[in-house]
Nanobody, 118 residues
Framework: QVQLVESGGGLVQAGGSLRLSCLTSGFTFSGYDMGWYRQGPRKTREFVATITTTGGSANYADSVKGRFTISRDNVRNTMYLQMNSLKPEDTAVYYC???????????WGQGTQVTVSS
């Protein structure tokens, strides 16, 4: 079955950096556009970034553009999110999944908590 395991979160001061990882199994990772999503306190889950199957193209939410970089390793079936210049408003639980569309989503993992202190 599909498994998505996020890791790499933590507590960091504003201006700091973190690198999130998403280890996947149970499906052909290289065949799917993938994405990162986040849910902040008292907020709904929102789009952060997506990446195409080969990693050749990516899209970012305006709020993270220029600070976050999404990447993937189709040999290791793993996706990454490099987060630089972190802000308190980036505080959220971060999740990975296929690029969300009318085809739905894989079962969500547990996410990884990112907390940015001011």
């Amino acid at each position: 079955q599909v498994q998505l395991v996020e890791s790499g979160g933590g507590l960091v001061q504003a201006g700091g950096s973190l690198r999130l990882s998403c280890l996947t199994s149970g499906f052909t990772f290289s065949g799917y556009d993938m994405g990162w999503y986040r849910q902040g306190p008292r907020k709904t889950r929102e789009f952060v970034a997506t990446i195409t199957t080969t990693g050749g193209s990516a899209n970012y939410a305006d709020s993270v553009k220029g600070r976050f970089t999404i990447s993937r390793d189709n040999v290791r079936n793993t996706m990454y999110l490099q987060m630089n210049s972190l802000k308190p408003e980036d505080t959220a639980v971060y999740y990975c999944n296929r690029r969300l569309s009318n085809n739905g989503a894989f079962p969500w993992g547990q996410g990884t908590q990112v907390t940015v202190s001011s």
